[in-house]
């Protein structure tokens, strides 16, 4: 019987309750700490901040989201504040390279300027105007830095 359930899922294609799995994502981070560094986000510790990639999520339209280290947690564990960049694999790796560099911009502007574990709301602040901006920055920078080498 549980063999005729396990073809049965396997045949059609039906995704059953899988874990959601977490592991470290270093491109991701690279990429992260190229993006502190090339916009002078003085304000975001990149050591940090910390790049996951999740496999296996339910979520039908998120391509990363940011955790941070609340100051309760900060008190237990007696650490730093700290975040987390979770991107979602299923729709993140898919992105083009410019489209991941937005995405991580994106996710950096929710870190505060008092890089606290809290989080800078969308309101008011982040759009996708300030997005495209801080990524035309970024590569004016890069180019400049290639050329210079």
């Given at each position: 019987m549980i063999g005729d359930v396990f073809y049965y899922v396997l045949k059609?294609?039906?995704v059953t309750n899988l874990p959601l799995e977490y592991v470290e994502a270093s491109d991701v981070k690279r990429l992260v700490s190229e993006i502190i560094d090339g916009l002078d986000l003085?304000?975001?510790v990149a050591q940090f901040v910390y790049c996951?990639?999740?496999k296996g999520s339910k979520s039908r339209s998120t391509v990363?989201?940011?955790h941070g280290l609340s100051r309760m947690w900060q008190?237990?564990?007696?650490r730093p504040p700290a975040y987390v960049i979770e991107v979602i694999s299923e729709r993140y790796d898919r992105l083009s390279e410019e489209e991941k560099e937005?995405?991580?911009i994106h996710e950096l502007l929710h870190i505060p300027k008092g890089f606290s574990g809290g989080f800078r709301p969308h309101k008011g602040y982040?759009?996708?105007?300030r997005i495209e901006k801080m990524h035309k920055t970024l590569l004016e920078k890069r180019l400049l830095r290639d050329n210079v080498m």
């Open positions: 059609l294609g039906v003085f304000h975001v996951y990639r999740s990363a989201r940011i008190e237990v564990l007696l937005k995405t991580l982040i759009n996708r105007k």
